[in-house]
C-alpha cells in the first residue's frame, strides 16, 4: 500500500503530467524515479484482447483468450449470472496475463437497430442495461481486476462518433441514458469509467463537467477514475477542470504541454491535477499487485462459454419441429455454419483460446447430413448456383437447417449498418428454400435485430445472436432438444426499419437529435401502438410454464410482488418473470409502461417455484426537468407481470401516495408527446419540450481539427491527404485480398476493412489523439492547412513539433 498523498507530493509537475497520460496504447506511464509501476489495460469486453504485437484497436494479433458470447446474447439470458461468472472467468485470463484493468463492459443503450455496435451493448431498457453490465462489473473485480465502463454516455452511433453531437432532453438521458450507467456506478462500483468520444449537447463527453463531475461523481458517489475513449480528449485541461483523469492511448506530447502550460499561466490550478493524479495512483496501488500469473482455466471457460450461450438463446418461432429427434433427414445449408460468426467486429474482437462451430459439434457428435454452402458469408450479393446447389439437395431431405445472419462485412464497429436486412445473398437463399416446402429451421447468427420478411413462412427460428467460442456446442444441444433455449430478447424486433423512430435521420450527419426522448425501444412501439414482428422480452421455450398466486404487497418504500411459476411440460427450462409498472397518466407524458423488474427461473418437468420481485419506489419516479430531480406522482399504479412487454400474464393496481409537483411540460407539449406519434415530434417541439435550441449544423468548410476525415476531399491537397492515409488500409486489403482463400485471409480483410472505416470517420484530432506518435498535433494541424489549400502554412506547421520534456521511462531507459 502505497502513501498515496506522500506520493503526490514527491512528484514533479512533468511526472503529473506523463501520470495522467497513457502510452504505449494500453498502459498508464510508469515513473521510475518513485517506482511507481505502469497499470496494463486490454479490451474487452466480452473476453481478453491482450495485443501481441502492434498496438492498436482490433486490427493486429492478441493473446489467445476465451472469446465469451457479447453483450447482446448475454442480455437476451436476462440471468446476472451469467454475466458475473464471466466476469470471474475474464478477470482469470486477464490476471494470466498480466492485465490490470479490463475495457468494458459497454452500458449504451440502443436506440437504433443499426448502431454498429450494438452487439457490444445490452439491451434497449436501462435496467435489464444496468443489472447485466453491472454483474458483469461485480464478476471481474471480485476477481482482482478492475473495469472501465464505456462508453459514457450517449455514444449511440458510429457513424459520427468522433465528432457527433447527441442532442437529447435531460429526461430521457436521465430516465434512460444515463440510467443504465447510474445502477452500474451505485451497486457495482467500477474501477474506472470511459468517456465517449461524442458530444452531448454541444459538449465533448472528455471535458463536460455537469457529466463526468457534476453527474458522475456528486450525484452518483463515483470515486474511481475517469479515462477517455481512445483518442477522445480534445483540450486536456479544460477536461481535468472537467474531471477527467486520464487521457488514453496516450503519447501526444501536446496534452503533456497543454497541462504543463496551464500550471505555468495558472489556468490549470495543481489541485486539479493532484485530484486526477490521485485517481490514478489510486487505481495503480489497487489493481498493480506485482502477483505472479495464474494459470486460467481454458477448458472450464469455454464450456461457460456454451452454457451462458444456451441460457440466452431465443427461440423465436417453433412448430414444432425442434428439438430435432435425430431420426430426420437433414440438409444443412448456411456457411455460418462451418464459419461461425461468434464475436463482432473491431476492438472486442478477441483470438479464441479454442473454436468449436456447429460444423464441429455435429461432426464430433456424428450427425448424418448433407451440406451446401448456400452462400459465401464474405460477399452479400445473389450467388445464384449455389442456391441452386442447396434447392437440388433439398429434394433427399425432409428438414432443412438453414444457417444465416449478419457477418462481419455488413456489422462492426466504425460505422452503422446500411439497413435492417439481411445479405442479398441470403434473403435469396431462404425464398427459394421456403419454396420447396420442407420444413424449415433458420438459425440464426447476429449481433443486431434484422427485417425476418420469411418468418411466417418457416417452421422455427432459433436465434443465437453471437454466442461465444463454443458457440457450436450451444447450437448443437439446443437444436437436439439436449438443452432448452432460455433466452428472451433484449430489444424490439420492429417490423421493418421504416417502424423505428427516426430511422431516416439516424447516422446521417454529425447531430443525432433525441427527438423520440424517452420513447426508447418497446416505450416507443407500446406507446405508439406499432406492430411488431417480436416484442421486448419475447422468446419460446420447448416446455411451458403457468403462472399464478400473485401477490402485491405495499410496503413504505417499496413493493413486492410474488407468484408462483410452475413448468407443466415435459424438459427442464427456463421462464422469465418480467414486471411492468404503468404509471398512472398526467400532466407529465409517460410510456405505456417500464420494465422495473425481472427474475429468471430454472424449473424441471413439474417444478413450481415462488418469484419475489421488489420494486423500490425510488424506481418508479420521472424525472422532472424543473425541479432537477426524481418525482413520485400520487396515483394508481398498474402492476404487471408479463411474459413479454405485451402479455400481460397477472395484473394488480396499487394506490401509491407521492408528490405534489407541477409538471414542467406544457399543455402542448403534453399533447404532442403523450401518444408517441413521432410524425408531431418535429424539431420545434422537441426545442419546446427540452428547453433547448438546436444548433445550425457546423459548415463542411473550411476544414477544421474536428472535421470528418472524409471531409478533407473537398480540396485538392486534401483529396491527396485523404488517399494517402487511406492507403494504409488498403495496402493492408490488398496484402490480404492476396492470401489464399481461409480464416486468415478472411481476418485480414476484416481487419483492413475496420481499419479503412475507422480512418474514413475519424477526426483529424482524433486521429491525432489516438496515434501520437505516427500523427502527432502538429502532423493535425498541418493537414488541416493544407486541406484548406493553405501550402505554406501546412509546411510551417509540420515543421514546427511541440517540444515537451521527456517521458520519465525514456529518461530511464536513456541512463
Ligand atoms: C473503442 C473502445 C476501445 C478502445 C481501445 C476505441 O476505439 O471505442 O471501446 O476500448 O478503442 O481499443
Excluded at 438 to 456: M, Q, R, T, Y
Aim: net charge negative; proline share 5%; glycine share 8%.
Amino acid at each position: 500500500m502505497l502513501n498515496l498523498q506522500e506520493l503526490i507530493s514527491k512528484l514533479t509537475p512533468e511526472e503529473k503530467a506523463a501520470l495522467v497520460s497513457g502510452t504505449d496504447f494500453m498502459y498508464t506511464n510508469e515513473i521510475p524515479r518513485l517506482r511507481i509501476p505502469a497499470l496494463c489495460m486490454a479490451d474487452g469486453p466480452h473476453g481478453l484482447r491482450k495485443q501481441t504485437g502492434a498496438q492498436d484497436n482490433g486490427i493486429a494479433q492478441s493473446e489467445p483468450a476465451t472469446a465469451f458470447p457479447t453483450a447482446v446474447t448475454t442480455a437476451s439470458g436476462w440471468n446476472p449470472e451469467n454475466t458475473r461468472r464471466m466476469g470471474r472467468a475474464i478477470a482469470e485470463e486477464c490476471r494470466h496475463y498480466g492485465v490490470h484493468v479490463l475495457l468494458g463492459p459497454g452500458a449504451n443503450i440502443k436506440r437504433n437497430p443499426l448502431c454498429g455496435r450494438n452487439f457490444e451493448y445490452f439491451s434497449e431498457d436501462p435496467l435489464l442495461s444496468g443489472t447485466m453490465a453491472a454483474a458483469e462489473v461485480e464478476g471481474v473485480q471480485s476477481g482482482g481486476v478492475g473495469v472501465s465502463v464505456k462508453h459514457f454516455a450517449l455514444n449511440n452511433s458510429e457513424n459520427y462518433r468522433f465528432m457527433g453531437d447527441s442532442i437529447a432532453d435531460e429526461r430521457a438521458m436521465r430516465e434512460i441514458y444515463l440510467k443504465s450507467f447510474e445502477r452500474i456506478v451505485k451497486e457495482a462500483h467500477p474501477a474506472t469509467m470511459m468517456c465517449a468520444y461524442n458530444k452531448i449537447n454541444g459538449t465533448f463527453c472528455s471535458e463536460n463537467r455537469w457529466l463526468l463531475t457534476e453527474v458522475l461523481r456528486k450525484e452518483w458517489g463515483f470515486d474511481g477514475a475517469v479515462m477517455t475513449d481512445w483518442g477522445a480528449v480534445r483540450n486536456r485541461a479544460e477536461g481535468l477542470r472537467a474531471g477527467l483523469d486520464l487521457e488514453m492511448p496516450g503519447d501526444t506530447t501536446i496534452c503533456r504541454r497543454w497541462i504543463l502550460d496551464g500550471l505555468q499561466d495558472g489556468t490549470l490550478p495543481m489541485e486539479v491535477l493532484d485530484q486526477a493524479v490521485l485517481n490514478i495512483l489510486k487505481l495503480v496501488d489497487t489493481y498493480v499487485t506485482g502477483e505472479a500469473a495464474p494459470e486460467a482455466d481454458w477448458d472450464a471457460h469455454h464450456k461457460l462459454a456454451a452454457e451462458i450461450a444456451e441460457d440466452s438463446a431465443v427461440l423465436m418461432k417453433n412448430d414444432g419441429v425442434l428439438p430435432l429427434n435425430g431420426t430426420e433427414h437433414l440438409l444443412v445449408v448456411g456457411e455460418l455454419f462451418e464459419k461461425m460468426r461468434y464475436q463482432g467486429a473491431g476492438s472486442s474482437m478477441i483470438c479464441p483460446a479454442k473454436l468449436t462451430t456447429p460444423k464441429d459439434a455435429f461432426e464430433e457428435r456424428k450427425v448424418s447430413y448433407l451440406y451446401c454452402r448456400g452462400y459465401s458469408e464474405n460477399r452479400t450479393e445473389p450467388q445464384p448456383e449455389l442456391v441452386q446447389e442447396a434447392v437440388k439437395k433439398a429434394e433427399h431431405a425432409d428438414t432443412i437447417l438453414l444457417f444465416a445472419g449478419l457477418t462481419d462485412y455488413v456489422e462492426s464497429e466504425g460505422c452503422d449498418r446500411e439497413s435492417m436486412k439481411l445479405p442479398e445473398n441470403q434473403l435469396e437463399l431462404i425464398e427459394r428454400l421456403t419454396a420447396t416446402g420442407k420444413k424449415l429451421v433458420i438459425v440464426l447468427f447476429g449481433g443486431s435485430v434484422v427485417e425476418l420478411p420469411f418468418a411466417d413462412k418457416v417452421s422455427a427460428i432459433l436465434h443465437m445472436f453471437l454466442p461465444g467460442q463454443n458457440g457450436g456446442t450451444a447450437t448443437f444441444r439446443l437444436l437436439f432438444g439436449e438443452a432448452n433455449p432460455g433466452g428472451r430478447l433484449s430489444e424490439t424486433w420492429p417490423v421493418c426499419y421504416a417502424d423505428v423512430p427516426f430511422g431516416s435521420e439516424f447516422g446521417k450527419t454529425e447531430q443525432e437529435i433525441y427527438k423520440e426522448s424517452i420513447y426508447v425501444g418497446y416505450r416507443y412501439y407500446l406507446t405508439a401502438k406499432k406492430k411488431v414482428r417480436y416484442p421486448f422480452g419475447y422468446g419460446l421455450s420447448y416446455t411451458s410454464f403457468t403462472w399464478d398466486n400473485k401477490k402485491v404487497m405495499v410496503d413504505k418504500d417499496a413493493v413486492t410482488v410474488t407468484c408462483d411459476v410452475e413448468n407443466t411440460g415435459a424438459c427442464a427450462g427456463a421462464d422469465v418473470v418480467q414486471l411492468y409498472v404503468k404509471a398512472p397518466q398526467s400532466k407529465v407524458f409517460k410510456p405505456e409502461k417500464e420494465l422495473r423488474g425481472y427474475q429468471k427461473v430454472m424449473l424441471k418437468p413439474g417444478e413450481k417455484k415462488t418469484v419475489t420481485i421488489t420494486v423500490p419506489l425510488s424506481e418508479l419516479r420521472y424525472f422532472n426537468t424543473r425541479e432537477q430531480r426524481f418525482v413520485l406522482e400520487s396515483g394508481s399504479y398498474e402492476f404487471q407481470l408479463c411474459s413479454d412487454c405485451q402479455t400481460v400474464r397477472l395484473s394488480e393496481c396499487v394506490e401509491l401516495q407521492g408528490e405534489n409537483v407541477s409538471t414542467p411540460y406544457s399543455e402542448e407539449t403534453v399533447a404532442t408527446y403523450q401518444n408517441a406519434d413521432i410524425r408531431s415530434m418535429t424539431k420545434a417541439a422537441f426545442e419546446a419540450m427540452s428547453g433547448q435550441n438546436i444548433p445550425a449544423l457546423p459548415p463542411k468548410f473550411p476544414v477544421t481539427l474536428e472535421s470528418r476525415f472524409t471531409d478533407l476531399q473537398q480540396t485538392f491537397l486534401g483529396r491527396i491527404l485523404f488517399g494517402a492515409v487511406l492507403s494504409v488500409a488498403k495496402k493492408q486489403m490488398k496484402q490480404a485480398l492476396a492470401l489464399p482463400e481461409g480464416v486468415e485471409r478472411d481476418n485480414k480483410i476484416k481487419g483492413a476493412q475496420f481499419l479503412k472505416r475507422i480512418l474514413e470517420s475519424n477526426s483529424v484530432r482524433s486521429m491525432s489523439m489516438s496515434s501520437g506518435k505516427s500523427m502527432p498535433y502538429h502532423f493535425a494541424n498541418g493537414f488541416v492547412e493544407f486541406a484548406n489549400g493553405h501550402l505554406f502554412r501546412g509546411i510551417r506547421c509540420f515543421c514546427t513539433p511541440v517540444k515537451v520534456p521527456k517521458l520519465p521511462k525514456q529518461e530511464k531507459e536513456e541512463k
